[in-house]
């Protein structure tokens, strides 16, 4: 069974300028989840889809932050403009649904903000 | 939402002893318990979960305890090995509130 994919791996930009993020899911999990770790802490999510629908986007900085779950499958978390607080690993991580099942992660990307 | 809390941030334990993470969360109405295991560059994976109708699970070298009535949930590893090397999260109820992290370092 392949896994949560992600891409890119790493990421370097000037403060202001736009990133986005990719992540194609398990197989089949109909629940994705964006979380942003900065470095020395847990996993702190973004946004949570359900299929295509918005589950949970409460701690998303929607002044800055964006996403969209297409056809319910792959999702795009898009920054813009980037401040330097940014810098952190971004996870993705799907389930075969939401709640208490168990959360399959991605490897993350690494986004610095200079 | 729930408050987690996780002891100690960090552990230091000498290869083949027993290490413990303990959890404590807010929300009386979690029912699901799991703990998950980073490794330096890569994303958090699960490792042992217990649902609130179960005490003690074991898998191996891995446990997981919980206690409802005192709303806390603890790891235990026993017989440690330097793989176990790893920061461990708990995140009750997968309620998407991770603890902070316990690093763990196992010496050889």
């Known amino acids: 069974e392949a896994g949560v994919a992600q891409s890119p791996r790493y990421k370097i930009i000037e403060k202001r300028q736009s990133v986005a993020f990719w992540c194609n899911p398990i197989s089949g999990h109909a629940t994705l989840y964006w979380y942003q770790q900065i470095l020395g802490q847990g996993p702190k999510l973004l946004i949570q889809f359900q299929n295509n629908g918005v589950v949970d986007d409460s701690q998303l900085p929607k002044d800055r932050f964006s996403a969209e779950r297409l056809k319910g499958v792959d999702s795009t978390l898009k920054i813009q403009p980037a401040k330097l607080e940014d810098s952190a690993v971004y996870l993705c991580?799907?389930?075969?649904?939401?709640?208490?099942?168990?959360?399959?992660f991605g490897p993350g990307t690494r986004l610095t903000v200079t | 939402g729930e408050n987690v809390e996780q002891h100690p941030s960090t552990l230091s334990v000498q290869e083949g002893d027993s290490a413990v993470i303990k959890c404590t969360y807010s929300d009386s109405a979690s029912n699901y318990f799991p703990w998950y295991k980073q490794e330096l560059g890569k994303g958090p994976q699960l490792i042992i979960d217990i649902r609130s109708n179960v005490g003690e699970k074991k898998d191996q070298r891995i446990a997981v305890t919980l206690n409802k009535t005192a709303k806390h949930f603890s790891l235990h590893i026993t017989e440690t090995q330097p793989e176990d090397s790893a920061v461990y999260f708990c995140?009750?109820?997968?309620?998407?509130?991770f603890g902070a992290g316990t690093r763990l370092t196992v010496k050889p």
């Open positions: 991580a799907s389930s075969f649904t939401g709640g208490a099942y168990e959360q399959y």
């Open positions: 995140a009750p109820n997968n309620d998407m509130r």
